[in-house]
């Protein structure tokens, strides 16, 4: 039982193993998909404090849990890769980044959705939606700094510099949120859910994270399998891919 | 070393004073911009005073923040510092030192005749130069990573702010606090004692973060 | 099952215009992320001269 784990970490295995896991994580987030938009609509009951509007938590709380912890992953695979001059962590890190950036759009867009029935205005500077503000400029920080590097070693390791210095500062950032939030507590927002959330719909919001999880799997391995054509366009293996003799 | 370098890094600013004086006076003309812009209501000035200070203070200190490597980069000098024996990290505090003692010390002297321009009170001036006193290095320490990053590349001024600026939020708020906690006359100790917390901090960390950088951008 | 009809279900208690909006704009984010993917995968196969057997 010994499985060569570190052959994965060469682009060239991660390319045909990436690719045949694809399909799986695939079925796997459209299945729990539509269970959990199932559940969200037809088995979890209107809340009674909130109607139907809370029925956005099924998308917001999922999107927001993923955007945090995107970063968090991203950040972890890019100082892997500047620690140990991995590539493919590397890539996987600056795949990461997108679905991230776009999940953080999205708890933004639903927050707005949400507090407008809810609290009245589209945004309250509020210390969660502020620190979601921040994290986005993070991601695009993160994005356009890559990009405007040509070589790709190079890229990675900024990047990764960028991002560790982000994690860093993504507690402090939070806390000084938070500590200024309450001196400034302007209109009340409280919108502490009740402790005794509904079974369903505490059902429906994990099994829609895990949908969102799956469909970042898919979304992540499928984008670091073009990184790794990208990069690797003049080597062999590629080129046996071209003339069609790959698995 | 880190002395050799300020003394340098400092011939050379007063060989150059224009670049001093244009961050300075871009720093008075922000803060003078608002009143025109919001109307000379007194209370109100009053009240928006300390953010409107501390944020052209970020913006005046990340202007200059190209400044810092860039020179050296195109002359050969950075090179030249990358392959001597003394330590990165030193050299890049000596450098950040001095990007703070040629922008940000200006700034924290002309913060209290900017601060009557909007009325506050004496005790609330003095909170102000003495946030401004800790909390600019802590900008120069910061955007130090930043410039090292963005060094040589194209548009690299504003891909820097880019970085920086959501950085530098922490010392945004706890120095702008500082000031509105003294006008409204509550302690303000707290938040000078986080300032200097997030000055030792980026003291001991952002030179290293800056020296890893530089070594990324040059190879 | 909390729904009479569907208009009932459409008009989300009054909230349809909220809860739809959101749910739309995050179909058409998780959209728009595939078919850029799927873009770029494409123009990448031709590029390099790949035949593309799947379409993922």
């Known amino acids: 039982m010994t499985i060569n784990w570190f052959k994965y970490a060469s682009p060239a295995s991660f390319y045909f193993l990436a690719g045949r896991m694809i399909p799986f994580f695939i079925i796997a987030a459209v299945i729990l998909l539509i269970i959990g938009l199932y559940i969200g609509f037809f088995v979890a009951p209107t809340d009674f404090q909130q109607g139907e509007a809370y029925r956005i938590i099924f998308i917001h709380v999922p999107a927001a849990w993923m955007s945090m912890f995107l970063y968090v992953v991203m950040a972890f695979w890019a100082g892997i890769g500047l620690a140990f001059n991995t590539r493919l962590s590397s890539m996987v890190a600056s795949a990461i980044a997108p679905t991230g950036a776009m999940f953080t759009f999205l708890a933004l867009w639903t927050g707005a959705w949400w507090g407008k029935p809810m609290w009245g205005t589209w945004w309250v500077w509020d210390a969660r939606l502020t ?47 938070q500590w200024w939030n309450t001196l400034h507590q302007g209109a009340s927002v409280s ?27 898919v979304m992540v391995l499928m984008r670091t399998r073009m990184i790794i054509l990208e990069r690797e366009r003049h080597t062999a293996w590629v080129s046996e891919l071209k003339e069609g003799v790959s698995k | 070393m880190i002395l050799w370098i300020i003394k340098r890094d400092l011939l050379l600013a007063m060989r150059r004073r224009s670049d001093v004086l244009t961050t300075l006076f871009f720093f008075i003309i922000v803060v003078s911009l608002f009143p025109l812009g919001v109307g000379p209501e007194m209370n109100m000035l009053r009240m928006m005073a300390p953010g409107v200070v501390w944020v052209a203070a970020l ?15 195109v002359d050969g000098t950075l090179e030249q510092m990358l392959l001597s024996p003394v330590s990165l990290s030193g050299l890049v505090m000596g450098k950040a030192l001095s990007h703070w003692l040629v922008t940000g010390v200006p700034l924290v002297l002309m913060a209290p005749v900017l601060g009557i321009q909007y009325d506050l009170p004496v005790e609330a001036l003095m909170v102000l130069t003495l946030s401004l006193l800790l909390g600019t290095p802590v900008l120069s320490l910061v955007g130090a990573i930043g410039a090292a990053l963005t060094l040589g590349l194209r548009g690299g001024g504003v891909l820097v702010s880019l970085l920086v600026l959501p950085l530098y939020i922490p010392v945004l708020i706890f120095g702008a606090g500082a000031v509105e906690a003294s006008t409204a006359g509550m302690g303000f100790d707290a938040h000078l004692s986080l300032l200097g917390a997030f000055l030792l901090v980026s003291l001991v960390f952002s030179p290293w973060a800056t020296a890893a950088s530089l070594r990324i951008s040059m190879a | 099952m909390s729904w009479e009809s569907w208009s009932d279900f459409f008009a989300m208690g009054g909230y349809g215009f909220y809860v739809w909006g959101s749910y739309l704009v995050a179909l058409l984010c998780v959209l728009g992320e595939v078919v850029l993917v799927r873009n770029r995968r494409r123009t990448l196969h031709k590029q390099l001269g790949l035949k593309d057997k799947s379409s993922l």
């Open chain 1, 131 to 177: 620190s979601e503000l921040i994290l986005f400029f993070l991601y695009i920080g993160f994005m356009s700094l890559q990009a405007a590097i040509d070589d790709p070693r190079r890229a990675d390791k900024a990047g990764a510099i960028i991002a560790l210095v982000g994690v860093v500062n993504i507690p402090i950032i939070y806390f000084s949120v």
């Open chain 1, 191 to 217: 919108l502490v859910q009740s402790p005794k959330m509904a079974t369903a719909m505490l059902t429906g919001m994990l099994i829609m994270a895990l949908a969102a999880w799956m469909y970042s799997i």
């Open chain 2, 59 to 73: 913006l005046a200190s990340m202007l200059a923040l190209g400044r810092m490597f860039s020179s050296d980069y």
